[in-house]
């Protein structure tokens, strides 16, 4: 199919104007020129012929006044021969002027008769010129009879007989002007059906002309809209979904309803429309499998710099189900999968909700991470600490939804949580090999908050936190002192603390506990059994379910069972698994 450029389109348009312009013009010049021959003949033809008729009165009445000057002057005593010579002289020319004027108008007559383009009334111009002829052969015969009495009668003295005559000439004068004042009168009509035709050819110019003209507009605007419809429609579309993928909607399409270049880019700009969406699409798939943070600032960075690890104090945390691998035994795959996605999503809304970002899933634990660019310093352990609270709290309603979920009355075992949060320098960056690169932490701190997590089993909690998250994050919750750890991988003692909730949320029973605690734990330090007991059980009794305070009991009876070496420190250590 042949496609039209948008060139070729305006290039058409134009040339259509011009061709309409030109038509206009040829029409209005031939009209122009139809009324200009008209008024040619009106003023070459039909106005000489009128005026030579006029002038034909004019002379039949010189050479009657002239006979009268001629008698006046023989009459005179003595006669005036002068004056009567000088009135002959008149007399005698003004016939054939009469002819002469009368063929005149009969030869303009004729001419109009001839010129077959003209509307002229070519019978009555014919009745006309037959008049003219008539009156002038007997005017002219009945006038040379009498011009040759009249002079006889003056050369011979007669003057009343020349009265007499002269008086015949007069009426003879008078017939003949009649004559010529109905042929005057009958070509002054003439004349004015001849300016009436003018006239009307003139307006009917006009109006063509203006008619023309209208139409041509008419037609050279509806052909400009035609065209500039089929080249602003698409553009207005293409604006429109211009703005549509700006919104971020990608859903649309432009429909192509030209094949020039406006439908080219139609054409393309859909294909890239197409793209965006598996782009997007890309993106969310991406974004299900990394944090979209890290996937917009690795994808803002080049391979080089994506790849560079930098040093940061970061705040990492560790969760892991209790009784995970009890629950998983009573369930079939697909049933797991279900309470393992439910879990999973569950514990990772608080994350999000605090901007942490989830490094990864690990079976059923998740490892996530705060701190820059993501989260401010100063705010990351607190983020941390906030987000386990929540975890902690959804617990219950997901215990409630896990047995409509697999439509069972009762879940195998209990599930519950084992949060461990640590505050300190790692590496982060892009790990891996050429075959595939995860974007992570690494460093003691990393291995700190699994150890910490780890650590829940012995004292029976949910969150323990290290020294330099709770220095960050005293103010805000409530946190007791736990013990101190030597973590596995590490050689150094650890201050472990527990996150009990936010800040002024403790029950009176929780305070009483935490005092107790505290209390037994600083007799256990010091090596005072029996204090230590009494202050752990005193703990119990306010707190019956504190995990930390029946742990450090049993320890402090098996102490006393087994005594430490003198140089204990009061720390205790992690065994491996």
């Keep these: 199919m042949f496609r039209k450029s948008i ?17 206009t013009s040829a029409l209005s010049m031939i009209m122009a020129a139809r009324v200009g021959h008209l008024l040619d003949e009106l003023t070459n ?12 009165n004019v002379r039949a009445l010189e050479r009657a006044v002239a006979a009268r ?14 004056s009567y010579a000088a009135n002959l002289k ?56 009498q011009g040759a009495t009249l002079l006889k009668q003056f050369d011979t003295g007669k003057f009343d007989e020349a009265k007499a005559t002269l008086v015949g ?37 006009i109006w063509v002309s203006a008619v023309v003209t209208g139409i041509a507009a008419v037609l050279g605007f509806v052909f400009a809209m035609m065209v500039g419809s089929g080249i602003t429609g698409p553009v207005l579309r293409l604006l429109e979904g211009t703005r549509e993928v700006e919104a971020g909607r990608l859903d649309g399409a432009i429909s192509v309803t030209t094949r020039d270049e406006i439908g080219q880019l139609s054409a393309a700009f859909n294909r890239m429309i197409e793209r965006l969406r598996q782009n997007q699409r890309v993106r969310e798939t991406f974004g299900r499998y990394i944090d979209p943070r890290i996937a917009e600032s690795l994808l803002s960075q080049s391979a080089v710099a994506a790849a560079e690890g930098q040093r ?22 697909q049933g797991l999968v279900k309470v393992m996605n439910r879990y999973l999503s569950t514990m990772s809304e608080p994350i999000h909700a605090s901007r942490g970002v989830i490094d990864k899933y ?33 617990l219950a309603n997901l215990r409630k939804e896990l047995p409509e979920l697999l439509g069972v009355r009762v879940i195998p075992a209990e599930c519950d949580l084992r949060i461990g949060i640590a505050t300190g320098e790692t590496l982060v960056g892009s790990i891996g090999s050429q075959y595939m690169m995860s974007f992570t932490v690494m460093g003691d701190t990393v291995n700190l908050a699994a150890r910490l997590e780890t650590a829940n089993k012995a004292y029976s909690s949910r969150c323990l936190i290290s020294e330099a998250t709770a220095n960050i994050c005293a103010a805000d919750f409530e ?76 320890r402090v009876a098996d102490l006393r069972r087994n005594p430490p070496p003198e140089n204990w420190d009061g720390s205790w250590r992690m065994e491996s698994k």
């Excluded at 000489?48 to 002038?55: E, I, K, Q």
């Excluded at 008149?90 to 077959?116: C, L, M």
């Excluded at 004042?181 to 070509?187: F, K, W």
């Excluded at 079976?363 to 401010?376: K, L, N, Q, R, S």
Aim: proline share 4%; with cysteine.
């Design 7 to 23: 060139r070729q389109k305006i290039v058409g348009i134009a040339a259509g104007l011009i061709v309409l312009a030109v038509i």
């Design 362 to 394: 690990i079976g059923d634990g998740i490892m996530a991470y705060w701190g820059p660019p993501f989260v401010e310093e100063a705010e990351q352990a607190k983020c941390a600490c906030s987000a386990a609270i929540d975890m902690i709290g959804s």
């Design 45 to 56: 033809r039909y106005i000489p012929a009128y005026g030579n008729l006029t002038r034909v």
């Design 312 to 333: 940061r104090v970061m705040t990492v945390m560790f969760c892991d189900m209790k009784g995970f691998t009890a629950l998983s035994e009573g369930f079939t795959p």
């Design 90 to 145: 008149i007399f005698q020319s003004v016939d054939p002027e009469i002819v002469g004027e009368a063929q005149a108008a009969r030869k303009q007559i004729a001419a109009i008769i001839d010129d077959t383009s003209t509307p002229s009334d070519n019978a009555a111009l014919g009745r006309l010129d037959d008049r003219i002829e008539t009156a002038i052969s007997d005017l002219r015969e009945r006038l040379d009879e």
């Design 169 to 205: 000439a007069e009426a003879l004068r008078a017939e003949f002007d009649r004559k010529i004042d109905g042929i005057r009168a009958d070509m002054l009509n003439q004349v004015h059906a001849s300016a009436t035709t003018v006239i009307r050819e003139q307006r009917q110019t």
């Design 69 to 82: 000057q001629m008698i006046i002057a023989k009459m005179e005593n003595p006669p005036d021969e002068a």
């Design 479 to 554: 946190i007791r002192e736990i013990d101190r750890v030597v973590v596995v991988g590490q050689s150094q003692p650890q201050t472990v603390y527990e996150v009990m909730g936010r800040k002024d949320t403790l029950t009176p029973q929780q305070t009483l506990a935490c005092a107790r605690y505290a209390a037994g734990l600083a007799a256990y330090r010091a090596r005072r059994w029996d204090e230590a007991r009494a202050a752990f059980a005193a703990a119990i009794e306010a707190e019956p379910d504190d995990g930390p305070s029946i742990a450090l009991l049993a």
